[in-house]
């Protein structure tokens, strides 16, 4: 499962025209399940999102997590996060998990997440969504818990984080 987690000032998810979702402080996750992900993944990328430390202390180091903060969690489903880019001019989506499956995983890590946390909002699985935010910092980090059938491919390294 990849999560492109974004440290946001604010953040709001739109389908038609209405919020479906909305935060403050916080972070903004897309996530993606990809073929061979089972709710292990989700729950090792959930566990490593609430904890990982992306909001500054006094020092200005980023040594506070979403928990230390007392954040709001947005969390979008957004497949296209696992397209196979590697040649050709058109993405390729075969390594996203089937969509009935994607969903399934895509509500397992939101009720896990509401269990842990109390403001946890989502976009739509499924729709046209309008995403707005603004990134603080502007802060990005790529996470991945791949599944064992990925544990010989090159997007193993679940240390694959950036910052733009």
């Not at 979702?21 to 089972?38: F, K």
């Not at 909001?55 to 957004?78: H, T």
């Amino acid at each position: 499962m990849i999560g492109l987690l974004q440290r946001v000032a604010r953040a709001h998810v739109e389908v038609g025209g209405e919020v479906v979702g909305q935060i403050g402080r916080g972070l903004l996750v897309l996530l993606c399940a990809e073929r061979g992900d089972a709710p292990v993944q989700g729950e090792t990328l959930l566990s490593r999102l609430m904890a990982y430390r992306v909001f500054p202390d006094e020092s200005g180091r980023m040594n506070r997590s979403l928990i230390d903060v007392k954040g709001g969690l947005l969390l979008v489903p957004q497949f296209t996060l696992a397209a196979d880019t590697r040649s050709g001019l058109r993405p390729s989506f075969t390594p996203a998990a089937p969509p009935d499956l994607a969903r399934a995983l895509f509500d397992d890590v939101v009720l896990k997440a509401r269990q842990r946390w109390p403001d946890v909002q989502t976009g739509v699985f499924g729709a046209d969504m309008q995403v707005h935010l603004v990134n603080d910092g502007p802060v990005t980090f790529w996470l991945h818990a791949p599944s064992s059938t990925m544990a010989g491919s090159a997007r193993l390294a679940t240390e694959g984080e950036s910052t733009p």
